[in-house]
């Protein structure tokens, strides 16, 4: 059976801090094989985010920090990092309505981040939609 969109995000949420960790400690890695390595079938929808992430991670983090107050987004936890720019991404550049993907962040967060990121997260997405 299919993980849910819910169970995907979070393997996204994997993926992007993953390749984020790669990044930072400047070690080479292919997209495609992070991504193999986290699911155990092939998921257009996994890809297309975390392929959107890496292709509007300027942009997407320009918003983020946009959207923080005397903050950005390199400041916070690498997992809250993961979640807010799959959010972002999403809220731009999918259908997914933006109630779900503000539920889902939130959810993540929740899970993985503490409360004072949680919260961060929201009122950025918040901040965005209402702009």
């Known amino acids: 059976m299919g993980k849910t969109r819910s169970e995907l995000r979070e393997k996204i949420m994997v993926i992007l801090y993953q390749i984020d960790i790669y990044r930072k400690n400047k070690m080479a890695y292919d997209v495609d094989t992070v991504i193999k390595e986290n699911l155990e079938i092939d998921n257009d929808f996994v890809k297309d985010i975390v392929y959107g992430v890496i292709t509007h991670e300027d942009s997407i983090k320009e918003d983020a920090n946009k959207y923080m107050n005397n903050w950005n987004i390199e400041r916070i936890d690498k997992t809250g990092?993961?979640?807010?720019?799959?959010?972002?991404?999403?809220?731009?550049?999918?259908?997914?309505?933006?109630?779900?993907?503000?539920?889902?962040?939130?959810?993540?967060?929740?899970?993985?981040?503490?409360?004072?990121?949680?919260?961060?997260?929201?009122?950025?997405?918040?901040?965005?939609?209402?702009?």
């Open 81 to 131: 990092a993961a979640i807010l720019k799959m959010a972002i991404y999403e809220l731009k550049y999918t259908d997914t309505p933006s109630v779900v993907v503000i539920n889902e962040a939130v959810e993540l967060a929740k899970k993985y981040s503490d409360d004072a990121v949680r919260k961060m997260i929201n009122a950025v997405l918040d901040r965005m939609i209402n702009e």
